[in-house]
Nanobody, 122 residues
Framework: QVQLVESGGGLVQPGGSLRLSCAAS?????????????LGWYRQTPGKQRELVAD???????NYADSVKGRFTISGDNAQNRLYLQMDSLNPEDTAVYYC???????????WGRGTQVTVSS
């Protein structure tokens, strides 16, 4: 069973930083370590489709949306079964609900957490 629980969202001023955390089930991290899952962060604002922010594969290969390159960093901690998203130089356009995802590499089927709200405002 896939379990993903996000935390770390909140209100931050423009230019500030937040670190999101996703607690994942041990089985997911094991499958991720075998290259069978890709872990990632997505975000969604009202009226818009959910969009990829960043993802990471076994071995640490990462992929970022152009809008966050150089500002956000995705990382995983296999020992803690946690996925992180370090977000720096935040701007109001980063305001969204952020979701942790686990995607089966073969089928592309995704599982989601419930999301955590990030609001960037002065």
């Amino acid at each position: 069973q896939v379990q993903l629980v996000e935390s770390g969202g909140g209100l931050v001023q423009p230019g500030g930083s937040l670190r999101l955390s996703c607690a994942a089930s041990r089985s997911i991290f094991r499958l991720y370590g075998m290259g069978l899952y890709v872990l990632g962060w997505y975000r969604q604002t009202p009226g818009k489709q959910r969009e990829l922010v960043a993802d990471i594969t076994r071995g640490g290969s990462t992929n970022y949306a152009d809008s966050v390159k150089g500002r956000f960093t995705i990382s995983g901690d296999n020992a803690q079964n946690r996925l992180y998203l370090q977000m720096d130089s935040l701007n109001p356009e980063d305001t969204a609900v952020y979701y942790c995802s686990a995607e089966e590499a073969k089928t592309k089927r995704k599982s989601w957490g419930r999301g955590t709200q990030v609001t960037v405002s002065s």
